[in-house]
């Protein structure tokens, strides 16, 4: 990270570049279309050289860093995905959804009157209606993981069954799963119809599609799951579970956002992205955001079109802002939700 502040300088943040109104997700999907499915191609040499470049690309420093790192906490779908949650955990967890940044820090940033908050709180469905009491009133949604998450195997009525169940207890947003088999059997109706379905039962929430890039081999692939994906009409798509072997990386991302731009430039539907699984300090985040601004432009990094799926990430954002401010790293430990 950039060197701290001196004191005679303003730690303000005057650089958030949130000033130009949302672009929300607008995708009512389309009719399965092979053609741009079939005709998706994925250089791997080359992919792997413009990802290698991406966290080196620009220089960022100080206030503009800063910037940068309290947006990327504004995009964070804070998450807890543990067989261990409790109500108490899912409690703490939107309590630190409210007031990401600690009051000193806020303060320090000059973000003390600004209401910064992260873009949702993940949780499995039954904790659902926990966090929805323990958010209400804030604006932020809850996020319910869906459809047998992670695997996806449970029967199809099942997970129907299960996004509108968390729907009708308050999720605003449903991240589903893919059935993998699909794509690595080529079955592209069946995802399409798969995830047509699930679009459907999410009713007004928004829906986000896992890919579970990790178990679907090829980058081509992967290309051709975010067609189809998008094709049947999901808002965002989303890289990982976080359970897979591999989860969020950045030449994955770089062919899920090639897709949402070239399905946009086909078909004038915007889709987000989430990469999810395995980004947990500030370095990584800003890697993805500087994907997002060159692939698909300013709006694809507002919360609206873009989160990040993680547990630990906001911890060393937090650490990263209070080094700017203080000069000082504080430990992990002393920050809520490290
Ligand atoms: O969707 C979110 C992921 O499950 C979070 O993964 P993580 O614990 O590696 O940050």
């Known amino acids: 990270m950039s060197a701290p502040v001196s004191p005679r300088e303003s730690a ?9 109104p949302e672009v929300h997700p607008d995708n009512p999907g389309i009719p399965l279309d092979l053609e741009p499915v079939r005709a998706m ?31 990327a906490l504004q995009c964070i779908d804070l998450t807890t995905l543990a067989g261990d949650d409790t109500e108490g955990r899912v409690r703490r967890l939107c309590a630190k959804a409210r007031q ?9 940033l000059g973000l003390a009157d600004r209401r910064i908050t992260v873009g949702a709180v993940c949780v499995y469905h039954r904790f659902v209606e926990t966090a929805c009491q ?42 589903i799963v ?5 794509v690595l059997n080529g079955n592209w109706q069946a995802l399409y119809d798969e995830v047509k379905a699930f679009k459907q039962a999410c009713g007004p929430a928004h829906m986000k599609a896992i890919l579970a890039t990790g178990d679907l081999k090829t980058l081509r692939n992967v290309g051709r799951a975010s067609m189809v994906a998008m094709q049947a009409g999901t808002d965002f798509i989303k ?10 990386t950045l030449p994955v991302a770089l062919v899920m956002v090639r897709a949402i731009r070239a399905y946009r430039e086909a ?6 992205f989430k990469p999810a699984g395995g980004i947990s300090t500030a370095k990584d985040a800003m890697a993805f955001q500087f994907l997002m601004k060159e692939e698909l432009g300013n709006d694809w990094l507002q919360p609206s079109l873009f989160r990040f799926g993680a547990s630990s990430l906001l911890a060393d954002i937090e650490r990263q802002l209070e080094y700017y401010v203080t000069g000082r790293y504080a430990s992990f430990d002393h920050h809520a939700m490290a």
């Open 41 to 71: 191609r994925a250089n791997l040499s080359a992919i792997q050289r413009r990802a290698a470049t991406l966290p080196t690309r620009r220089t960022v420093k100080k206030q503009w860093q800063a910037a940068w790192l309290v947006k």
């Open 100 to 108: 990401p940044l600690r009051a000193d820090i806020a303060e320090a």
């Open 134 to 175: 323990a958010l209400e009133g804030s604006g932020i949604p809850v996020a319910a993981v869906s459809t047998g998450f992670p695997a996806g195997l449970s029967p199809f009525e099942t997970r129907l069954a299960e996004i509108e169940a968390s729907v009708a207890a308050g999720a605003g947003e449903i991240d």
């Open 267 to 272: 078909t004038g539907n915007v889709v987000g």
């Open 12 to 20: 303000s943040v005057h650089h958030l570049p949130n000033a130009r």
């Open 239 to 248: 890289t990982s579970t976080g359970k897979e072997g591999v989860n969020a």
């Open 178 to 182: 893919i059935t993998r088999e699909h």
